[in-house]
DNA sequence: ATGGTCGCGTAGCGA
C-alpha cells in the first residue's frame, strides 16, 4: 500500500516543529506540501531527509512554493506549471513514482486563491485552472495512475462550506470557479473524497481569524483528484482534522489517500 | 464594531 497526503503547511520552517512530528507518526509514503515559502538556500533539506525522504520543490521567496516529499525516490521531476513561461508563481511540481505493483505519477498543486473577484487576481485564478485543465487532459492520455493533490482554493459544493450564502462573492466559491473545476473532473477525474462514508461535514482549512476552528467555520478546499488508474486502486481516505489543534498549527490540514499501488 | 490572525520580513501585502 502507498499513502499519499497533502498538507498546505502554510510556511516550512515556521511548521517544522508539526512536519517532523507528523512525517514520523503518520509516515505517508509520499507528501505534497504548498505555500513552504522557501526557496532552496532556505529549505530545510537534512531535517527532512533524515527522517527517510526525498525531496523535490519549485520554491519561491516569502509566498507560494511546492514540494513533494518521498520515501521511494522520484524520476520524471517537472516543475511549474505548463502553458505560460512568463508566469513567476511557484505553484505546481510533478515526479513519477514505484509502488509495490504499478508506478504512478503525483503532483503538488498549489491553486491561486483569486481574490478579490472580480480583478487581476480573480483573472489569473481562472486563467492557471484553464492550465491545469490542458496539463490534467495530457497527462490523462498516459493511462497511467495520476494523483494530483493540492491545495485547489475551490470549494466544490454549498456542504464544504459552513456558511455557503455568505461565500458566494468568494473567489473559492464563485459559480464560475466551481463551473471550471466541474470542466476539470469532466476530464475523467475523480476526487478522492467520494471514497468516504459523507456523514458529516469534512473540512480541511478553517481561518485563523475570528475563532473559525474554534466555532468548527470551515471549508474543503484541499483535494486529491484521481485519474481512473488512481481511483480504481484508491482503498481509504482521510482528514486529518485533528492537525488543526496543536502547537503552531498550519490553518489547512492533511488529506491522506491510501493506494493499492 | 469595517474589527479579527497569521507569515514574511520589518511596511504592508497575501491569505
Redesign the pocket.
Known amino acids: 500500500m502507498i499513502t499519499i497526503a497533502t498538507w498546505n503547511v502554510?510556511?516550512?520552517?515556521?511548521?517544522m516543529h508539526a512536519v517532523t512530528k507528523w512525517l514520523k507518526e503518520t509516515a505517508p509514503d509520499v507528501a505534497c506540501l504548498q505555500?513552504i515559502?522557501?526557496t532552496a538556500d532556505?529549505f530545510p533539506f537534512m531535517e527532512i531527509e533524515a527522517l527517510g525522504y526525498n525531496v523535490e520543490i519549485c520554491g519561491q521567496?516569502?509566498?507560494?512554493g511546492v514540494a513533494i516529499l518521498s520515501k521511494r525516490p522520484m524520476e520524471d521531476v517537472r516543475k511549474g506549471l505548463p502553458g505560460d513561461e512568463s508566469d513567476e508563481q511557484a505553484r505546481y511540481i510533478e515526479a513519477v513514482i514505484s509502488g509495490d505493483k504499478r508506478s504512478f505519477r503525483v503532483a503538488s498543486i498549489y491553486l491561486?486563491?483569486?481574490?478579490p473577484a472580480p480583478g487581476p487576481?480573480y483573472h489569473y485564478k481562472l486563467a492557471w485552472m484553464d492550465r491545469l485543465k490542458l496539463h490534467a487532459k495530457e497527462l490523462l492520455k498516459f493511462e497511467e495512475a495520476t494523483v494530483l493533490a493540492g491545495d485547489y482554493?475551490v470549494i466544490p459544493e454549498a456542504k464544504d462550506v459552513y456558511d455557503p450564502k455568505g461565500w458566494l462573492g468568494e473567489a473559492l466559491f464563485m459559480p464560475e470557479t466551481r463551473a471550471k473545476f466541474r470542466e476539470i473532473l469532466g476530464l475523467g477525474l475523480t476526487e478522492a473524497f467520494e471514497q468516504m462514508d459523507g456523514r458529516a461535514e469534512q473540512y480541511t482549512f478553517w481561518?485563523?481569524?475570528?475563532g473559525a476552528w474554534q466555532n468548527n467555520e470551515g471549508i474543503r478546499i484541499d483535494h486529491l483528484l484521481l485519474s481512473p488508474q488512481a481511483a480504481d486502486n484508491i482503498v481509504e481516505f482521510k482528514i486529518e482534522r485533528i492537525m488543526r489543534d496543536g502547537i503552531?498549527p498550519?490553518d489547512h490540514v492533511p488529506v491522506i489517500g491510501t493506494f493499492d499501488f
Do not use: A
Open positions: 502554510n510556511s516550512i520552517r515556521t511548521r505555500e515559502k522557501s532556505t521567496k516569502s509566498y507560494n491561486p486563491n483569486g481574490n487576481k482554493n481561518d485563523y481569524q475570528r503552531k498550519s
